[in-house]
């Protein structure tokens, strides 16, 4: 069985680092801080927001942003020239995985770049990695990006009348469930764990619910995500929660990507 993040031993002594942090690092500098279903429920609440990384881990993220921009001139030159390896397994975490990307040979057209992400998007075009500053996840859960060279945004799949909702909220689902994802009614139930950074449901940047009808197309926008992620998370094996962060949010606005936290069944 693949080797996961709980497969350590005694990390009371790991020193701390510099540059992406190692499993054993996460364990005793930067523990979990979220139950499984509080991440659920803070992906199902309407503001990806509050999804959070440990403070410290930031603080460490933020220098060695600062690095890497003097290095490549910017975090997306980074991506495109070293980190990201279009249509490979990833190579170059220093986190462990028991995700394995198997290649798919249905896709087709794969020598013209599609307009927009689907469900069928060319493995030569996307990058599945580790995330490298995950959030406050529990051990058992690998929080991984899906990187494409296609937009996910586009007009061609978003509506005029849904567009606002989307630009300000993103996209979420769920994959491999097998009850509903926690209600959105849970969510004060789960704010005292982010007192620390001052969240209350005051603050929080949540959309009206829509009509049946815009429910049905912000479903629809997001079904090219959700059927990706089926195929590549075998809903056998692996129970999902994924989002889209709205620009608002996006650490890296000039790069599409998709998170993906992901516990495994087996």
């Not at 927001?49 to 001139?73: C, I, P, S, V």
């Not at 770049?113 to 599945?128: A, C, G, H, L, R």
């Not at 060279?149 to 689902?173: M, N, T, Y």
């Not at 590549?232 to 889209?244: C, G, M, N």
Request: charge should be neutral; hydrophobic fraction near 35%.
């Amino acid at each position: 069985m693949p080797t996961t993040i709980t497969d350590v031993g005694d990390v009371s002594s790991v020193p701390l680092g510099t540059g992406p942090p190692t499993r054993e690092e996460l364990l005793a500098h930067y523990p979990a801080r979220f139950t499984w279903k509080q991440i659920k429920t803070f992906v199902n609440s309407g503001d990806l927001g509050l999804l959070k990384r440990d403070k410290n881990l930031q603080k460490r993220y933020m220098a060695w942003t600062a690095g890497m921009k003097q290095e490549y001139g910017s975090i997306v030159n980074y991506l495109l020239n070293h980190r990201l390896q279009w249509g490979k397994p990833d190579t170059l975490s220093v986190l462990p995985s028991a995700f394995r990307d198997e290649p798919d040979n249905r896709t087709r057209g794969a020598n013209v770049p599609p307009p927009y992400f689907t469900s069928d998007t060319p493995d030569k075009y996307v990058s599945i990695i580790q995330n490298d500053w995950p959030y406050l996840v529990p051990p058992e859960v690998e929080h991984s990006l899906v990187w494409t060279k296609v937009p996910i945004f586009h007009p061609e799949i978003i509506p005029p009348s849904i567009a606002p909702r989307i630009e300000q909220d993103g996209l979420w689902g769920f994959t491999g469930n097998t009850s509903p994802p926690p209600s959105p009614s849970n969510l004060s139930s789960c704010l005292p764990a982010l007192s620390e950074w001052g969240v209350t449901k005051e603050k929080m940047i949540i959309s009206q619910k829509g009509t049946e009808e815009e429910e049905a197309l912000v479903h629809q926008v997001g079904s090219h995500v959700q059927g990706y992620i089926e195929r590549k998370w075998k809903e056998t094996e692996w129970e999902t929660a994924w989002f889209v962060n709205p620009p608002r949010l996006q650490s890296v606005p000039g790069l599409a990507h998709i998170h993906v936290f992901a516990r495994r069944k087996i």
